[in-house]
Structure formats: structure tokens, C-alpha cells
């Protein structure tokens, strides 16, 4: 089975910034179509970037502008690096290939806590 693995979390100051990277083993086709989804306390999880396989990529409205996402092929990994964060990006933020179909299956990664401090 596909393995997603988020690292990169922590605590920052708003304002500050942290890159977080979903590695991806086993059937590292999965790879390349990465969506990031982030889950506060007593909200529904929501969508905050994708890149797809030809490298295109999407962000949610609350990430414009100071997300960017990314893809190293050669590491099976993507990144997203967070800057200008402020208190209300706290949350678990998860990784999920957006591949439905066998290997990938649409896994989901176990997450990584991000606080912010304003």
C-alpha cells in the first residue's frame, strides 16, 4: 500500500514561516498528483493547495498568495512552504494523492500540527 508521511510542523509566530513535505513510498507514482488539505479544531477539513501531474497547481483563497507548492520528482516528494502565517492557518495539515485508482487509492497521510501564536 501507498505511504504518505507529513513532516515540517511546529510552533511559529504569526508572521513566520514553516515548509511542510509529504514523502510518498512504496508506489511512488502517487506522487504526482498531491492535494494539501488542513483540519482545525472543531472544523471540517479543507482543501489549501494541489499540483497535479503536468505541474500545474491550485490553491484554495486563504492560501493565494502566501502558499506555493511544489513537486521534487527525484525525492517523491512535495513541499508547501507557508509564509505570512497567521493564527487562524493553525490546524493539522494532511497530504492525499489525488490518484483514486489502484496503487494510490487516495491515501491519506497521518498529518502534522501547525500552531501558530499571535
Known amino acids: 500500500q501507498v505511504q504518505l508521511v507529513e513532516s515540517g510542523g511546529g510552533s511559529v509566530q504569526a508572521g513566520g514561516s514553516l515548509r511542510l513535505s509529504c514523502v510518498v513510498s512504496?508506489?511512488?507514482?502517487?506522487?504526482?498528483?498531491i492535494d494539501w488539505y488542513r483540519q482545525a479544531p472543531g472544523k471540517e477539513r479543507e482543501f489549501v493547495s494541489g499540483?497535479?501531474?503536468?505541474?500545474?497547481?491550485r490553491y484554495a483563497d486563504s492560501a493565494k498568495g502566501r502558499f506555493t507548492i511544489s513537486r521534487d520528482n527525484a525525492k517523491n516528494t512535495v513541499y508547501l512552504q507557508m509564509n505570512s502565517l497567521k493564527p487562524e492557518d493553525t490546524a493539522i495539515y494532511y497530504c492525499?494523492?489525488?490518484?483514486?485508482?489502484?496503487?494510490?487509492?487516495?491515501?491519506w497521510g497521518q498529518g502534522t500540527q501547525v500552531s501558530v501564536s499571535s
Open positions: 499540483i497535479e501531474r503536468d505541474g500545474s497547481t
Open positions: 492525499k494523492t489525488d490518484i483514486t485508482i489502484w496503487p494510490c487509492f487516495g491515501s
Open positions: 512504496i508506489y511512488t507514482t502517487c506522487v504526482y498528483a
